[in-house]
């Protein structure tokens, strides 16, 4: 069978092409450390490459949505330490004024400092996260969820402009975690406003013509209505503390998910140079025996020279 001199220069030409073309791929990949520059290359790592990356973004994403969750949560945690401290010191007032060697004045001046916690507490039930968005409105985040206003007898009184609903954030591929409080849940509920409980606080200390059994009477109904609200905002920043606890956890268990990620992924594209290298020197040997052999086979002067 003859060959013809064409066909030499045919398969010859071919051959010496391919193997430049791995000399030249492998040498792309020594320097860009990938195993592969694109995912023809190895499409089997390519694709499980591609699973993982968008298993990590999502797990990142995660990440992203516990860290605004716990900003939220300490601010309502801290909203409400302040507010457990306050009603414990307006408790604490309650039990001062219901000494009977108290004079009209004496109770005046406890009446201005309930006032002044009475403002205080309204502050805090409208506090923010620092982002705007008031913690503890419900749904309704986007204005204070507690507003001053009198009713029909112009008695001043504190409307609730939010509603029970929980926001939810996604902190996990099967969790979620609630990220706003009901303020009313807290402060008006069950039979007791401590709005309400506090203004009457105030004008039956201020009220000069209330017998000591009656000024008894309502020291006491006030202070059954301020711990009963304490209960409740302790009760709630329980359950904020414990959520912030859970959130903590996932952040170790996502921290340790975005390692094995960042591993997984290193295995499937990072180039093993030890290998690289040694695969290159094979790829170069054989591609200058090949033009070596051209060379006598087809005997140009071309790859004498080159020779």
């Known amino acids: 069978m003859r060959i013809s001199t064409s066909s030499i220069y045919t398969q010859g030409g071919s051959q010496i092409s391919y193997l430049q073309n791995q000399v030249s791929t492998t040498q792309q990949e020594i320097s860009s450390g990938q195993a592969y520059l694109n995912p023809a290359g190895n499409p089997v790592n390519a694709s499980q490459a591609l699973v993982v990356s968008q298993q990590q973004a999502a797990n990142t994403q995660y990440g992203s949505n516990r860290q605004a969750a716990e900003t939220s949560l300490n601010m309502a945690g801290s909203a409400l330490s302040s507010m457990t401290t306050l009603l414990q010191s307006v408790n604490s007032l309650v039990v001062s004024a219901g000494n009977p060697g108290l004079n009209a004045a ?88 401590i709005f309400s409980t506090l203004n009457n606080l105030t004008s039956l200390l201020n009220n000069n013509t209330l017998t000591p059994a009656q000024i008894t009477a309502g020291l006491s109904t006030a202070s ?23 959130l903590s956890q996932l952040d170790s268990a996502g921290s340790s998910l975005d390692l094995q990620y960042s591993q997984s992924l290193s295995t499937l594209q990072n180039l093993d140079y030890a290998k690289a290298i040694t695969q290159l020197s094979e790829q170069t040997t054989t591609l200058q025996a090949a033009q070596q052999s051209f060379v006598k086979i087809a005997n140009l002067s071309l790859f004498n020279y080159i020779n």
């Open 106 to 193: 004496d109770r005046s001046n406890i009446a201005t400092q309930i006032k002044n916690d009475y403002n205080s507490l309204l502050s805090l039930a409208n506090s923010t996260d620092g982002n705007g968005n008031y913690l503890f409105g419900g749904y309704q985040n986007a204005s204070p969820p507690f507003v001053s206003a009198t009713d029909a007898s112009g008695n001043p009184v504190v409307q609730y402009t939010g509603d029970q609903g929980q926001i939810m954030a996604q902190v996990g591929p099967n969790q979620q975690v609630a990220v706003s409080v009901s303020g009313q849940a807290m402060l008006q509920s069950a039979g007791t406003d």
């Open 224 to 246: 059954n209505g301020i711990q009963q609200t304490l209960n409740r905002v302790v009760q709630t920043s329980a359950t904020v503390g414990s959520t912030l606890s859970q």
